[in-house]
């Protein structure tokens, strides 16, 4: 697995109120989804190349939640920067408007964290 892109944002709630928020299991038709919620994590994959995780841990200020865009192809990984362009170009704002959602429906302010984009 090569990792593509990592966001992270803080929903200002405990663990305990985000991680069912957040944590949730997305249905869609060739796609497998395994949530663990003692380990704080959810992952999709789907396709020949992806598999997104997202991960709940404590922040001073709540709840730290991760983002990761992970490339799983076993062969061909020149073809994953074609297909992964737009998933890619698009995640920042899904994240955003994700956390933001979970904001809304917690009652509690929710924000993305800087990244480096040297590591995306």
Not at 26 to 44: E, K, Q
Not at 88 to 108: C, E, I, K, N, T
Request: include cysteine; aromatic fraction near 6%.
């Amino acid at each position: 697995m090569r990792l593509l892109k990592e966001l992270q944002g803080v929903v200002e709630a405990p663990i305990e109120r985000v991680a069912p928020v957040v944590l949730v299991a997305p249905v869609a038709p060739g796609v497998t989804v395994a949530v663990d919620h003692a380990a704080g994590m959810l992952s999709v994959q789907g396709g020949w190349w992806y598999r997104g995780e997202t991960t709940v841990r404590p922040h001073p200020r709540g709840t730290l939640v991760t983002y990761r865009i992970l490339d799983i192809a076993p062969q061909g990984r020149w073809a994953t920067w074609l297909v992964s362009r737009r998933p890619l170009r698009d995640a920042p704002a899904v994240f955003a408007a994700s956390l933001a959602h979970a904001g809304r429906r917690l009652g509690v302010s929710a924000s993305v964290l800087d990244s480096d984009p040297s590591r995306c």
